[in-house]
Nanobody, 121 residues
Framework: QVQLVESGGGLVHAGGSLRLTCKAS????????MGWYRQAPAKERERELI?????????TYERSLKGRFFISKVDDTSTVYLNMTNLQPQDTAVYFCNALSSLGAPLLSVWGQGTQVTVSS
């Protein structure tokens, strides 16, 4: 059973914007904070948590991204969005979503396929 599906990535020029979409299974979405992670090309074994949103709607961001990236969700469709603005080449990565456990770690061991974001200079 597929529980996480990411989409919305693409190739943009520096300064551009993208909106990423994560469709999650309802049970996972309703009970846990949902986060966006990214895996940069040079860090193939490291997925960095960059933003998450609690079931109540509280948002938290990696400090360097605050003000450029915005996480939101639609409860009715179990969907989490990541609006990315003023994208820079260092934002190039594969972006994933996952739920967060009570310890703040990724909850699901099986990740979605991710969505590639490439920012050209």
């Amino acid at each position: 059973q597929v529980q996480l599906v990411e989409s919305g990535g693409g190739l943009v020029h520096a300064g551009g914007s993208l909106r990423l979409t994560c469709k999650a299974s309802q049970m996972i979405f309703a009970a846990n904070p949902m986060g966006w992670y990214r895996q940069a090309p040079a860090k193939e074994r490291e997925r960095e948590l960059i933003a998450f949103i609690t079931p109540g709607g509280t948002t938290t961001y990696e400090r360097s991204l605050k003000g450029r990236f915005f996480i939101s969700k639609v409860d009715d469709t179990s969907t989490v969005y990541l609006n990315m603005t003023n994208l820079q080449p260092q934002d190039t990565a594969v972006y994933f979503c996952n739920a967060l456990s009570s310890l703040g770690a990724p909850l699901l061991s099986v990740w979605g396929q991710g969505t590639q974001v490439t920012v050209s200079s």
